[in-house]
């Protein structure tokens, strides 16, 4: 992974999901109304949530989770719900706060350490799982792989992420954001072929030990992500 490269697209991804894009993503997260495209995406996330929640365990009673990019914290709460120590991390100080503002009366707060910043941070320390979804869709391929490697030197049991499959429909959304003046659009969703993706993690040093398991796509309008389970072999 370049470092230049994966600081450069996560302040562009701090910079557009705190200041420009704060107040459509609570929105998009909440139960408000919502355009008919804006709700295809939030059909599109409510299933993906599933998908993954259905691949942990019913009861997590002290096991601790990482929810890496957990937006305004709906997998948080759902994780702490079977009993989970869950660090919530985001790199929007934003968001987070308008996660934290969200925990239901039926959640001790003290069960979810909201926080932001890296979900590679060393300091955030061991977890049983960790949990990132639609995080590393803005990321190449190869620094998806780079960003496991960190995350699985820190992980017992599994990592969950998604990624957006390259398919041909998605690769004519992703040119054709490409036409609006920058300062107007998100930062680019990177494409990835999950035969590539595989072959990355089987090559990689630091992933020995780990193969894939569970995989699972979700398209729902202008929603398109494939969930990847890794877990130890």
């Given at each position: 992974m370049s470092i230049a490269t994966y600081l450069q697209r996560r302040g562009e991804l701090e910079t557009y999901f705190d200041r420009t894009a704060v107040d459509a993503w609570a929105k998009l997260t909440s139960?408000?109304?919502?355009?008919?495209?804006?709700?295809?995406?939030?059909?599109?996330?409510?299933?993906?949530?599933?998908?993954?929640?259905s691949w942990l365990p019913d009861n997590m009673s002290g096991a601790r989770v990482l929810d890496a990019g957990c937006g305004t914290g709906a997998l948080s709460i759902e994780a702490a719900r079977r009993g989970a120590r869950v660090v919530a991390i985001d790199l929007s100080p934003t968001l987070v706060a308008v996660a934290r503002d969200r925990i239901p009366a039926d959640i001790d707060p003290s069960?979810?350490?909201f926080t932001s910043g890296d979900m590679l941070e060393p300091k955030l320390g061991k977890f049983d799982f960790v949990v990132a979804m639609d995080s590393l869709i803005h990321y190449e391929a190869h620094d998806i792989c780079r960003v496991m490697a960190g995350l699985a030197a820190r992980t017992r049991h599994s990592l969950l992420i998604t990624f957006a499959p390259k398919t041909p429909a998605l690769a004519v959304m992703h040119?054709?954001?490409r036409l609006f003046p920058r300062g107007d659009r998100a930062p680019a969703i990177e494409p990835v072929?999950?035969?590539k993706l595989l072959r990355l993690f089987t090559t990689d040093i630091d992933l020995n030990g780990w193969k894939s398991g569970r995989t699972h796509r979700v398209t729902s309008g202008f929603y398109k992500s494939q969930a990847l389970e890794?877990?130890?072999?």
């Open positions: 139960d408000a109304p919502v355009g008919r495209i804006r709700a295809t995406v939030r059909a599109g996330r409510d299933e993906m949530r599933k998908t993954l929640l069960s979810i350490d040119a054709v954001g072929s999950e035969r890794m877990i130890p072999q």
